[in-house]
């Protein structure tokens, strides 16, 4: 099999890379060729697999038609300009988001004009595309409708690959992450990175800015569990959707201050004394219009799973990322 990883030098991209060079399977098919592909040249994983690398702009003319030319069996579109960094620079966001996604998915359709090629795709979207009034809980059948430029990208995304897969150039499912907690590196400029600065930082031993009240209320998810989320979406059976084609992911829904109590109850109250309370208009602008809590029924039903505790999701912080050691 042959596997495409655009946006592999990310971190969900690295670590969906590291699972399958791990696994050497994507279900029962053996991994015998990885394309890896971002903006910066993605690192070469130690394997017998066979690995190819590029630094390429998805968005550039020619490009796509060239990653598809080879047929990848899987192709996971993982590239996106993040949340902040999509409101504040319009035309980029447009171009990666929007232009980079059509542009993907034509060039399968016209691979496939040349001879029969419908690879499995794989895209992330994310629960930006849903905006305020929110109900208690959003489910399965709640409007999309975006209030930010990244959430409008994503749900054109979503429309685009629903209809290539219905007229079977594709066959696509879309997978909306939550946000994906605790993320380890360096910060990024999502809007959503203080969800994670606030825990990794202190559990680093560093100090942490946080930009938002304490009652402020989001859904996550782990990023071993959106691993898991890609590697169910790339290998089950897609029957079940029918011409629905994007699923909200399973996560727990938590305040900041809940995020900040289980961090105490994991690692102490030295480490909650390093967060600083330093409130951003900017940053509040944006969340205040994001979705609080979920309650999907099909992802669950269909074998998606998530964390159910946010202590959960910082004890797989530290192992994952620390080696299980705090500090």
Request: aromatic residues 6%.
């Amino acid at each position: 099999m042959h596997i495409l990883i655009i946006g592999a030098a990310g971190m969900i991209g690295a670590k969906l890379t590291q699972r399958l060079v791990a696994d050497g399977r994507l279900g029962e098919a053996t991994v015998d060729r990885l394309s890896l592909v971002d903006v910066v040249e993605p690192r070469v994983p130690a394997t017998p697999i066979a690995v190819t690398v590029e630094g390429a702009d998805l968005s550039a003319p020619g490009v796509p038609a060239r990653l598809v030319a080879s047929r990848p069996d899987v192709i996971f579109h993982l590239a996106a300009i993040v949340s902040g960094e999509a409101e504040a620079d319009f035309d980029k966001g447009y171009r990666i988001n929007l232009d980079g996604t059509r542009g993907l998915f034509e060039a399968i359709r016209q691979e496939g004009l040349k001879a029969p090629y419908r690879p499995r795709v794989v895209f992330t979207s994310s629960i930006a595309v849903f905006g305020a009034p929110f109900p208690e809980a959003i489910d399965d059948d709640f409007l999309s409708t975006p209030l930010t430029s990244y959430g409008t990208q994503k749900a054109i995304g979503e429309l685009l690959l629903s209809d290539y897969s219905r007229r079977g150039f594709l066959d696509g499912i879309g997978i909306r992450l939550p946000t994906i907690c605790i993320r380890p590196g360096a910060p990024n400029k999502a809007a959503s990175g203080f969800f994670s600065n606030i825990l990794r930082e202190p559990l680093a031993g560093k100090e942490a800015v946080l930009p938002v009240a304490e009652d402020v209320q989001h859904w996550h998810a782990s990023p071993r569990a959106a691993i898991g989320f890609l590697v169910h979406a790339a290998t089950m059976d897609l029957a079940p959707l029918g011409g629905r084609r994007i699923l909200s992911m399973p996560g727990l829904t938590a305040t900041v201050g809940e995020q900040i109590a289980a961090l105490r109850r994991v690692a102490g109250d030295k480490a909650v004394a390093l967060i600083r309370r330093e409130p951003d208009p900017v940053i509040e602008r944006i969340v205040a219009g994001w979705p609080r809590n979920f309650a999907p029924t099909r992802a669950p039903a269909l074998g998606f799973r998530a964390e159910t505790s946010f202590d959960e999701i910082i004890r797989i912080h530290i192992e994952d990322e620390l080696g299980g050691r705090i500090g």
